[in-house]
């Protein structure tokens, strides 16, 4: 069973190493993006809840606070700011608070594009 929290930033970047020289991607421009942070679990028999929603709704507000009416160019980690590095960007920066993360997904719902990363780039943390 999963649940989920989206929420949305408005944020500028280009993209000079990603497209031949001239191209239009190059230029500085601006997005609406969303992003949602999915978690994976079982309700607590007595509470009902996975987890607390609200918790995740912090921890989302934090890192939003990162990206929203930002130049994500200049954002640490996010120098090459495509829809995928985002997506990674954000689970490292969620995924210690969150241990039930399960996916992040980051989209452009303007043009129906996204990007949804599960971790499988994360090195696993060595058993306890
Ligand atoms: N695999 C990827 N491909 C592309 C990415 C990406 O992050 N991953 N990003 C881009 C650019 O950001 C490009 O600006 C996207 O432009 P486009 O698809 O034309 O979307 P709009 O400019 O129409 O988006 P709006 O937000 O509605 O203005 C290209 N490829
Ligand atoms: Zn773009």
New binding site residues.
Partial sequence: MRIFIDFNFEAA?H?PH??PDGHV?QRL????FRARITLDGRPDPKSGLITDLGAVKSCADSAREELDHRYLNEVPGLELP???TIAIWLWRRVEPDLPALVEIGIY?D??G?G?EYNGEFETRKAAA
Avoid at 29 to 32: L, N, V
């Fill in positions: 970047h993209l990603s497209f991607n421009h601006g997005h609406s495509t829809l995928e452009r303007s043009c594009e990007c």
